[in-house]
């Protein structure tokens, strides 16, 4: 009886392996196409020669030569890169102190404070962007490019610390009191041993914040002034007159920069020599 | 002035003295009311199972942790107050704890740096150390690169680099494996001579303490429990505590009476005569396995009969476990030398006697 049970087994599994997994294969195609797709249609139209958003009628650049010479988007291009740059430069800073404080600080209050960091991580940007406006309003600030930048800050400073602070718990304690050992004070400790050590990880959430920053729309649409306004929120305003194949050009450059970003966040902790570079997600 | 232990030619002013200091952790004493006076130059070591308070106490000495009570005093400074970078000791760190972004140079020039010297001198200094620890050819390398004794010996590098008055070094050789920490126990004797730095060394390695150390002090529950030559604390135990944990002892009770101890249902083991033990008391006798004679008794050693119960043949030595009375059973050790002879060794069940000299005996009172 078990003899005859078990023999049949490795048959079955043979011919398992070889019938191909068609249902799988088609939901991923499905599944790419539907992600795909759209963006593909507004990369292709930004090279169309025509205005049509419908017919490809030829290749050409002048979409991007018209956006260059649009100064309202330019306008907002600058103020994007000028925020998220003022936002990704804030964020850091204050993310790795928390980070620090947060890990180093034993006692309730830490623990409280870990989890209220987390809060804005799963807020809904709305909310965020909504409460800002308030905020903003409440107190008579007038909008501009320093309320989003403050805005952004704030939303962000949660990202760094989720990714520095893992790396910040693995860090061996013995290393700063080596350095103080050997004659340094808290301070140069902390500049000349633990920051270097904690360098790749900052470097990655420095990059991920400006990518983040740069893309946002919501809380920027909520706290921006009228003029300028960041580009993701100009681009959305231009759509309501109508859609200019402009936008596709600008669409396009957009996510060129994204991929570019991204791709530089997760080849930073490779760069330094840390295997893993993916783990700036897991923050491990 | 408190007191404190004095100790046999000592100059007047110790590398390092403890005076009572205490070290609680939520109520729990780490350490408790200890006093030390370490020898300039001197291989001191603390020694101890996990949790008797070396570790605490050394951390004390390099200032990462405050003393509750009491003062630590460097070459007669009261340096209590001081942070570590105001102190003139290095520590090497279990961890070793390197700076992995530096080289191997710039980890061990890490400390002239931070003093300011030179930049010439420092990469005199470095050079010369590189040398001394034997890692030529690996300046440039980073510690991730190295192998595990490599790394210990860029962690001793750093330190001694600095030429502090006291080394402290906190189980350094724990994570290597046997035999590279045998090698590097050697070297690390021979590197203390050289450069003629007080060692402080934490370890719980009893062999490690006696092949290397000038002086023990065997910590137990936060307090010193014995301080002395590795052969005082080997020899001359003072306490079960200290006879048990410096390696293996015989431990049996009986009643004393009259320069001897009468073993519960077993024979009487002749001690020589106890001022300090009052007759008709219980106590402890330890004798060390390697103290007891098997053969070629000497004129009036006391011999006492007994049976052999287990051999265990264990490459240079062999072990017999022998029972002198139901329950009583002690440990012989003899040295397999080219005399001795396999077929000589005596099996389970055979009756032998053994003899011992009184003075190895130490009787301990309840």
Known sequence: ?284 | MTQTPVVPDAPAVPAVRLEHISKEFNGSHAVRDLCLDIAPGEFFSLLGPSGCGKTTTLRMIGGFADPTDGAVLLSGEDVTALPPNKRNVNTVFQSYALFDHLSVADNIGFGLRRKGVPKAEIRERVGAMVDLVQLGGMAERKPRTLSGGQRQRVALARALVNRPAVLLLDEPLAALDLKLRRQMQVELKQIQREVGITFVFVTHDQDEALTMSDRVAVMNGGRVEQCGTPEDVYERPESRFVAAFMGTSNLVSGVYRDGAVQLDGGPSLPVGTRPGIADGSTVDVSIRPEKIWLSDFEPGMPVVGGVIRETVYSGPTTTYLIELAPGVTVAALEQNTARARMEDRWEGGERVEIGYDPEHCLVLGR
């Open chain 1, 1 to 284: 009886m078990s003899a005859t049970a078990t023999t049949p087994r490795p048959r079955r599994r043979r011919r398992g392996s070889r019938r191909r997994p068609v249902f799988a294969i088609a939901t991923t195609v499905v599944f790419f196409v539907l992600l795909y797709l759209p963006i593909a249609m507004v990369v292709l139209f930004s090279f169309n020669s025509q205005k049509s958003l419908t017919v490809f009628k030829g290749f050409s650049l002048r979409w991007y030569e018209a956006f260059f010479h649009d100064s309202v988007l330019l306008g907002s291009l600058g103020m994007s890169l000028e925020v998220s740059l003022v936002a990704m430069l804030g964020s850091v800073v204050l993310g790795v102190a928390l980070a620090l404080g947060l890990v180093r600080h034993k006692g309730r209050l830490g623990s409280y404070a870990g989890l209220i960091m987390m809060v804005p991580l799963i807020t809904p940007e709305i909310v965020t962007g909504v409460a800002s406006l308030l905020l903003f309003k409440g107190l008579g600030i007038t909008l501009n490019s320093g309320t989003v930048m403050i805005a952004e800050i704030t939303f962000s400073i949660s990202y760094v610390t989720v990714i520095l602070r893992s790396r910040v718990a693995a860090l061996n304690p013995e290393v700063e009191e080596a350095a103080m050992d050997l004659g340094a004070t808290r301070w140069q400790a902390l500049r000349l041993v633990t920051l270097p050590a904690l360098l790749p990880a900052i470097l990655a959430s420095a990059v991920l914040i400006f990518a983040l920053v740069f893309d946002d729309f919501v809380l920027a649409y909520f706290t921006t002034g009228v003029d300028p306004q960041p580009l993701a929120v100009r681009i959305y305003s231009a759509i309501r007159f109508g859609v200019e194949p402009t936008i596709n050009a600008v669409g396009t450059m957009m996510l060129a920069g994204s991929i570019t970003l991204i791709g530089l966040a997760l080849a930073i902790p490779r760069l330094f020599g840390r295997r893993g570079g993916l783990d700036l997600i897991s923050g491990e």
